[in-house]
């Protein structure tokens, strides 16, 4: 699983080199038919909102595994973008300690 963020690069990145294809609003996905309902959804194309694309990037390894070899080949650095979101998300915000006072009422 990798970050959304670096997810939705990667989608942007990859419809910019023209690895995948931006239509109408969507992107043009490639879907093998349904192993429970074939006749409804069959084999061919499909054009997924994009927010669905990152989501199954983000989530599902088989997607990095098509699109890596790709980017890499037309020069995009995966590995170093891995990094830099690794490292920009691991970063932890300081703990803020605000002084407060308490007061003992008495009823």
């Known amino acids: ?20 294809e931006e239509y109408n609003g969507g992107v043009l996905i490639y879907r093998v038919a349904s192993d429970i309902d074939p006749e409804d959804f069959p084999e061919g ?14 989530n599902e390894e088989e997607a990095i595994l098509e699109l890596k070899p790709a980017l890499v080949e037309k ?20 703990i803020l300690r605000i002084p407060a006072t308490y007061e003992q009422r008495v009823c």
């Open 1 to 20: 699983m990798i970050p959304l963020l670096f997810a939705r690069e990667i989608l942007e990145t990859a419809i910019g080199l023209g690895i995948l």
């Open 45 to 58: 194309w499909y054009i997924d909102d994009k927010d669905t694309v990152v989501f199954s990037i983000a």
């Open 75 to 94: 020069g995009y650095q995966f590995s170093e973008r891995q990094k830099f979101w690794e490292n920009f998300l691991d970063t932890k915000a300081p």
